[in-house]
Nanobody, 123 residues
Framework: QVQLVESGGGLVQAGGSLRLSCAAS????????MGWYRQAPGKQRELVAD???????NYADSVKGRFTISRDNAKNTVYLQMNSLKPEDTAVYYC?????????????????WGQGTQVTVSS
């Protein structure tokens, strides 16, 4: 099992910044892609940004130029630096990770979610 522990959410005024962190722990062989998703009230969960183990990044159009995803592979931690925040960025932000683990004698891929952290941007 992999545990993803997020931190860094909170309340910020429009134009401000926040940095989210997500640390993965557990008995894993490797952690491949990691990413951040968000879900606003009444809306579907959507991808914000993701990053491969080789640090190739991908962003939603709505956050390009404002958010930066990065990771520290030695610490199994992914970060999301959020600048120029807007009220429409208000949501619960979830960390996601693809991990390979030994299971029943074979290496298998699993997907895990964090518990979510609230980000609220006031206008």
């Amino acid at each position: 099992q992999v545990q993803l522990v997020e931190s860094g959410g909170g309340l910020v005024q429009a134009g401000g910044s926040l940095r989210l962190s997500c640390a993965a722990s557990g008995n894993v062989f490797s952690i491949n892609a990691m990413g951040w998703y968000r879900q606003a009230p009444g809306k579907q969960r959507e991808l914000v940004a993701d990053i491969t183990s080789g640090t190739v990044t991908n962003y939603a159009d709505s956050v390009k130029g404002r958010f930066t995803i990065s990771r520290d592979n030695a610490k199994n931690t992914v970060y999301l630096q959020m600048n120029s925040l807007k009220p429409e960025d208000t949501a619960v932000y979830y960390c996601n990770a693809d991990a390979r683990m030994w299971s029943s004698g074979a290496l298998r891929s699993f997907n895990f979610w964090g518990q979510g952290t609230q980000v609220t941007v006031s206008s």
